[in-house]
């Protein structure tokens, strides 16, 4: 299990929880669960920026870029 | 009166849709965030008058940047009769997590279901799902205006939406709120502790009472309860809303930024030099053809030379050098409209958000940055999707260093004169400097007084888009219509102004008969003495630069107001339109780049202030002017100094002491370093001033 901010290119994970993370307030949490990010949806990681500060993934049929920092609260394994 | 609030996830086409119903022409374009503040307007309906209001996108009630709380603080005022909820065809299931939202607030919601594309993701059965709500739903293409009126007649229907299943699983000790309704626990769910603190209750207390994973778990049941609802109410295919096989070469780490700035060149080339300088000479041809009859006229009827003056200098001379150029300035928002409208800036914040993070802004910042381009006005406004305070105020401060559409004509005209063919070199150069000195003043700020807290970058993908033809009409007229009643109305009465003062003096004497000193040039006199270091020591320039304060259009019709420019010239861009007079006015190249300088940077016209005062407040505005009149004071310094010396002392000499220089500062910057990697990290012999041991 690891932590979606490690996840590699091109993969696809499934969503095993969530914990706290350092700098991850409450509203971007719940931002992700307004989102669609939910205990066994599957993350397909598309690319990142060239510093790999910022995630392109795939999820619930759409596509999303997020701050990689922000996803150290989303735990994930690969599928 | 029937009050609608027009409310969805951002990007789902609500301004699309305002504009279908109430005949309007707000902005729109394929980004989240376009609309960042309430906007309403009344239309008919048979024998009903609705107030349509258009409000920010948003996800749900719980707000996160400063215009989805625009949004959520007018649906919890109530101050409404109905919800019309937008919901994009293609992203139905995370659409349809707000409508729940909606339903749970208890607000009298229709659904109207957006089909934005042919092919669409999702096909639904909107009288199924009708059924299973308990609301009207309907289905619409807001952008060709189907079924609009099917959606009127909804908003006149009463409906009583079904208790949504999941909510008797709400638990929890609520104390003295136990018989609150159902949105009270929700919110205690969603641990929003902002709309409990506005009702004056104890946070800690309430959210102790519901489970740890409370948010979790509502998330949780609403995509359920919308999975069950999609899977009996429609079918969905296997595509992937917002994906395309230009990603790979668009968002490709070697392709991605050539290819960028190739597109921002080809659009200010395109803007400046061909299309751009083609058109704006035709236009020029044409006004001269319009206005000689018209001056032989005048010339004939009014005996008093200073009414003719005023009609010849203040109107047709001011006025119509700066209306040449409006097809540049026309095209400029036009690029920038398709460049908005193709879902490709999203890709832009995306890539630039690495390099963006390093300075203090967000990588949405580039959408803020860009727009500023065009005018910095609309743009300040835009700063708001930010989520955090200082990368706002940040944005919203550097905005103005983005040379705007209005400068085009300064450059053009006045680096037109001195710099010949060479005048492509010159205006890039502005504008790169203008984002140099932007970058710079953003890591000052970062550093200082507006360090920036951890950003939340959470952007979705849209689909790219291609303008149509319509849209294409739509964005040319508005913005021909906008300039026209810009130079209409502040232009002429600001070259009437100027020429007033620049024509009589202070015993209100007409200078060009009885001699004397105008009102403009006393005042002039009074401040070139402060422009003397950076090269513009001359009334005349000092005046175009204070008129320019109102509209940086001004400035260059001021100059022409001065007998500077040659209003009836055709010539193309590249050459000269000034008059022998006017060369007078610039001491040298040197004085003419300085002039530039300043005007790229100096403070922004009146109305851009007063956006800033509204977006930043006042004690931001006014840091924003000081650090503006600095800064524009110290580069155009700088620049007039170095082009000077270049002068003076040849390309050669200039080079190895600018080269010395930079060597003497490497130097230093490195000793520093070196001493506070000791001082920083004292067990450590290995690590920069950096360390993170």
């Excluded at chain 1, 997020?66 to 394994?77: I, K, P």
């Excluded at chain 2, 000790?173 to 209750?201: R, V, W």
């Excluded at chain 2, 990603?247 to 200010?268: C, E, R, S, Y």
Aim: hydrophobic share 45%; with cysteine; charged share 20%.
């Amino acid at each position: 299990m690891i932590t979606l901010d490690k996840a590699k290119r091109t993969k696809t994970y499934k969503i095993v929880g969530f914990q706290n993370a350092q700098n991850v307030q409450v509203g971007v949490l719940r931002r992700f669960f307004e989102l669609g990010f939910e205990t066994g949806e599957k993350i397909k990681m598309l690319s990142t920026s060239l510093q790999r500060k910022v995630f392109l993934i795939e999820i619930r049929g759409y596509l999303l870029s997020v701050r990689t920092s922000l996803l150290a609260c989303v735990q994930v394994e690969i599928c | 009166m029937l009050d609608v609030l027009l409310v969805g996830n951002p990007n789902s086409g609500k301004t699309t849709l305002f504009n279908a119903l109430t005949k309007s022409n707000e902005h729109i374009g394929n980004w989240h965030g376009v609309t960042v503040e309430n906007k309403e307007k009344i239309f008919v309906f048979g024998a009903e008058e609705i107030r349509l209001i258009d409000t920010p996108g948003i996800y749900s009630l719980c707000p996160l940047s400063f215009e989805e709380k625009v949004a959520v603080e007018k649906i919890e005022s109530g101050a409404y009769d109905k919800i019309i909820n937008l919901c994009d065809q293609n992203n139905l299931q995370r659409n349809l997590y707000l409508t729940l939202c909606l339903i749970e607030k208890g607000c009298d919601v229709v659904l109207a279901i957006n089909e934005m594309d042919k092919k669409p993701i999702f096909k639904v059965d909107c009288k199924k799902l009708s059924e299973q709500l308990g609301i009207n739903v309907v289905s619409i293409n807001a952008e060709k205006r189907i079924n609009l009126e099917e959606l009127n007649k909804c908003l006149t229907k009463t409906c009583n939406a079904h208790k949504l299943p999941y909510l008797s699983k709400l638990s929890g000790d609520f104390g003295q709120f136990s018989g609150e309704n159902d949105y009270f626990k929700i919110k205690a769910y969603e641990k929003d502790s902002t709309f409990f603190e506005k009702h004056n209750l104890d946070v800690q207390k309430i959210f102790a009472s519901v489970p740890k994973d409370s948010m979790q778990m509502l998330s949780k049941w609403r995509y359920d309860f919308v999975s069950q609802l999609l899977s009996t109410c429609a079918k969905r295919t296997n595509q992937t809303y917002g994906k395309s096989k230009f990603d790979t070469v668009a968002l490709n780490k070697w392709l991605a930024f050539p290819i960028f700035f190739l597109l921002l060149a080809g659009i200010f080339y395109l803007t400046f030099f061909s299309l751009g300088a083609f058109l704006s000479n035709l236009l020029g041809d044409l006004l001269q053809v319009l206005t000689k009859p018209m001056l032989t006229f005048l010339e004939k009827s009014f005996s008093s030379s200073w009414i003719f003056d005023l009609f010849n200098v203040a109107i047709f001379g001011g006025v119509g050098t700066v209306l040449s150029f409006l097809p540049q300035i026309v095209l400029l928002f036009l690029f920038l409209s398709i460049l908005e409208d193709s879902g490709y800036m999203s890709r832009i914040a995306f890539l630039f958000e690495d390099i963006f993070g390093k300075i203090g802004l967000s990588g949405k910042s580039i959408y803020t940055l860009l727009m500023g381009f065009g005018c910095s006005t609309t743009a300040i406004m835009t700063a708001r999707n930010m989520d955090d305070k200082n990368a706002k105020r940040k944005t919203a401060i550097l905005c103005p260093y983005m040379s705007c559409s209005a400068k085009i004509p300064i450059y053009t005209v006045i680096g037109g004169a001195f710099f010949g063919a060479n005048n492509i070199f010159c205006i890039m150069g502005l504008y790169v400097l203008g984002v140099i000195v932007a970058i710079i003043i953003s890591k000052i700020l970062d550093k200082t007084v507006l360090k920036s807290q951890t950003q939340t970058f959470i952007l979705e993908f849209p689909p790219y888009r291609m303008t149509s033809p319509k849209r294409i009409g739509k964005i040319l007229w508005q913005n021909v219509k906008i300039f026209l009643t810009k130079v209409g109305s502040v232009m002429i009465c600001m070259n009437i102004i100027v020429w007033i003062l620049s024509s009589f003096s202070f015993s209100f004497s007409y200078v060009q008969n009885e001699g004397g000193t105008s009102m403009l040039e006393t005042i002039g006199k009074i401040f070139s003495p402060i422009f003397a270091p950076i090269g513009l020591d001359n009334w005349a320039i000092v005046a175009a630069l204070l008129s320019g304060l109102v509209a940086k259009e001004v400035v260059v019709s001021s100059i022409a107001l001065f007998n500077g420019i040659d209003a009836s010239a055709t010539k193309l861009i590249s050459q000269s339109v000034l008059l022998p007079t006017s060369l007078v006015y610039f001491a040298s190249k040197a004085s003419v780049l300085s002039f530039l300088t300043f005007c790229l940077l100096y403070t922004p016209c009146i109305a851009s202030v007063s956006m800033l005062l509204q977006e930043i407040g006042k004690k931001w505005t006014a840091i924003c002017i000081a650090i503006q009149l600095l800064t524009a004071y110290i580069v155009a310094f700088v620049v007039y100094n170095i082009t000077l010396a270049f002068e003076v002392f040849g390309f050669g000499s200039v080079c190895v002491a600018l080269f010395t220089l930079c060597v003497v500062v490497v130097a230093i910057l490195t000793i520093i370093r070196k001493t506070r990697k000791g001082k920083c990290c004292a067990n450590c012999s290995t690590c920069g001033a950096k360390c993170k041991k």
